[in-house]
């Protein structure tokens, strides 16, 4: 099971293209993240916890000058719709979007079933997938409308992380490597 310090070695192997951003400053606090978890019925992993505590939320991006926004109409392979990832979570810091909040993320998965998978903690750009995470399990979702198109995912949230910067850092490569043909 990989760590937070592998996760965030892995951060650091990224270029200069890549843009992270998050909470790191004012992550959440033990009390809020128990306090969620109470109200919500969810029970987080110790390395959710320890994310939350240390990080709050993450965005990794590809910055915008290097891989284009697509429009909305667009019409392309959903991979190039990709450009990068959203971790949600908690914060103290009172400057967070409410879009990275759990909170958010709970009541935008109750719009399209009644009981989510778990409380959802990630997103790929584009609506490619989503990833939720309840009592340690991590299940990953492909089409939010349907019950039965997810899959659980083996390791931990680190793990999953840093198979997610790999994930992206693959994709930003054949995006560049598409722009040099």
């Not at 991006?61 to 990832?85: A, H, M, Q, T």
């Not at 349907?146 to 083996?154: A, L």
């Amino acid at each position: 099971m990989a760590t937070q310090e592998e996760f965030w070695e892995r951060k650091k192997q990224l270029n200069d293209d890549f843009f992270v951003m998050g909470s790191v400053a004012n992550p959440a606090a033990e009390k809020q993240i128990t306090d969620y978890e109470e109200s919500k019925g969810f029970t987080f992993s110790e390395d959710m916890k320890d994310f939350l505590t240390t990080f709050g939320s993450l965005v990794f991006e590809v910055k915008e000058e290097v891989w284009k926004r697509p429009n909305e109409f667009d019409v392309l392979p959903s991979w190039k719709f990709g450009y990068g990832f959203f971790v949600y979570g908690l914060s103290q810091d009172e400057e967070m979007p409410s879009w990275m909040n759990f909170e958010e993320k709970y009541h935008e998965s109750l719009e399209y079933k009644e009981t989510p998978l778990g409380q959802m903690f990630f997103k790929r750009s584009g609506n490619l997938y989503r990833a939720y995470t309840d009592n340690g399990v991590i299940k990953i979702e492909y089409d939010k409308y349907d019950d039965e198109d997810y899959e659980i995912f083996e390791g931990n949230l680190y793990d999953f992380l840093i198979q997610e910067i790999n994930n992206l850092e693959e994709d930003y490569k054949e995006y560049i490597n598409e722009g040099k043909s």
